[in-house]
């Protein structure tokens, strides 16, 4: 795993956004970052497949004990009255792409170590599924690259496609940055790439009609099935809850509730527990660790109020607004410095559970939101 300097191909801005990256850059400076690639051998890449196939098994383990324990369901802090519902989804297994990250640590030559698994709401999808592959054909044609994940999901929106009713809508917040317009709008390219009629809307668009009791677009169409980027946790905090709760019963919503236990930190404790040494994970748990540690919260996302201890101090920390809801101590995994301030997170892509394709983030200890999405190739 080498990281090489190259010079950008000079319409690089334009290339990407024809291509509907329109979130190349934040604060003059590129978050899509061609002037480095990553290098991989054939056998690290096999490496990062096979990690990824086993955890993900880990994972099936561990949310089938979570859902068997009411316990543990109030330990994720997930709301008392959506518990059956979380049940009922994970036993009906309703029509999803069952897609998700894993971010791992990997230094090219030890077993990659779990982080966290963003499967709820993962974005750097389009980067990974596309734009890195058009970069790799024009850069360098004859070598290959670690990515199916288009294909992929085309596929699943195919196979699924008979489950689902003839408008799929597709809600996403209106971010300024445009990061979620992106990635659901990529989404929604894929599903209209297997045949299925999608109509996009604003979250803060749905409506629920009192009469009909369903949610309803701004045309008061019903919607009956709804893929949302937009977090579970936040869904089920709104005060439109008790009518969310109820349209389970007749609406379908891609992902699927039971999502909430798989993205939710408190699992790497319980993962931990369940599977001790297992060289694909870091020890962790809920109390705070005498040794070398990170600090995060059960619902952060993009490294909000995630903390990084070592010897006793905190020599890294983000801000946010996370972690009234608790914390989840996890070993610290010393990640590779490849450039000075840049450290490598690998996320490594599943569709329908099956590993799909890596896509690479730099950024100084934490990984944020602003962190570097950096193409690679496979070489040997």
């Not at 992902?255 to 319980?270: C, T």
């Not at 931990?272 to 996302?301: C, M, S, T, Y």
Request: overall charge negative.
């Amino acid at each position: 795993m080498i990281r090489v300097n190259i010079a950008p191909r000079p319409d690089w801005q334009a290339k990407v956004e024809a291509e509907g990256l329109i979130w190349h850059s934040v604060d003059g400076r590129p978050y899509w970052d061609e002037s480095v690639y990553y290098r991989f051998s054939a056998a690290q890449i096999a490496t990062i497949e096979g990690a990824t196939a086993e955890l993900y098994r880990l994972f099936l383990a561990a949310g089938q004990a979570i859902v068997d324990d009411p316990a543990l369901l109030d330990r994720f802090g997930i709301p008392a009255p959506f518990h059956q519902a979380i049940r009922d989804a994970w036993e009906a297994e309703p029509p999803a792409l069952n897609y998700g990250r894993f971010d791992l640590g990997y230094d090219g030559a030890g077993p990659p170590k779990l982080f966290e698994f963003n499967c709820d709401t993962p974005t750097s999808l389009l980067e990974a599924a596309v734009i890195q592959w058009s970069w790799k054909e024009e850069r360098f044609p004859h070598l290959d690259q670690y990515t199916s994940l288009h294909d992929r999901l085309v596929a699943k929106w195919r196979d699924i496609a008979p489950l689902l009713p003839p408008v799929v809508h597709f809600a996403h917040v209106s971010d300024e940055a445009g990061e979620d317009i992106v990635t659901t709008s990529y989404l929604r390219d894929t599903a209209e790439a297997a045949g299925i009629t999608t109509v996009p809307i604003l979250v803060d668009d749905l409506g629920w009609d009192h009469d009909r009791r369903c949610f309803v677009d701004l045309a008061e169409q019903r919607i009956e099935a709804l893929f949302k980027l937009y977090p579970w946790e936040w869904l089920t905090a709104e005060a439109f809850a008790p009518p969310l709760l109820e349209s389970l019963d007749d609406t379908l919503w891609i992902e699927p509730i039971w999502k909430m236990i798989w993205s939710n930190k408190a699992i790497l404790a319980i993962l931990w527990q369940l599977f001790p040494d297992h060289p694909n994970l870091l020890p962790a748990g809920f109390d705070i660790p005498e040794g070398d540690a990170v600090a995060k919260p059960l619902l952060a996302r993009e490294g909000a109020n995630v903390s990084i201890r070592q010897n006793g101090r905190v020599v890294a920390e983000a801000a946010g607004n996370y972690g009234d809801e608790g914390y989840v101590y996890q070993a610290l995994y010393r990640l590779p410095e490849t450039a000075p301030g840049c450290f490598p997170v690998i996320g490594s892509w599943l569709v329908d559970g099956e590993p799909a394709g890596i896509g690479i983030r730099e950024d100084g200890l934490i990984t944020g939101n602003t962190a570097r999405f950096v193409p690679h190739v496979i070489e040997g």
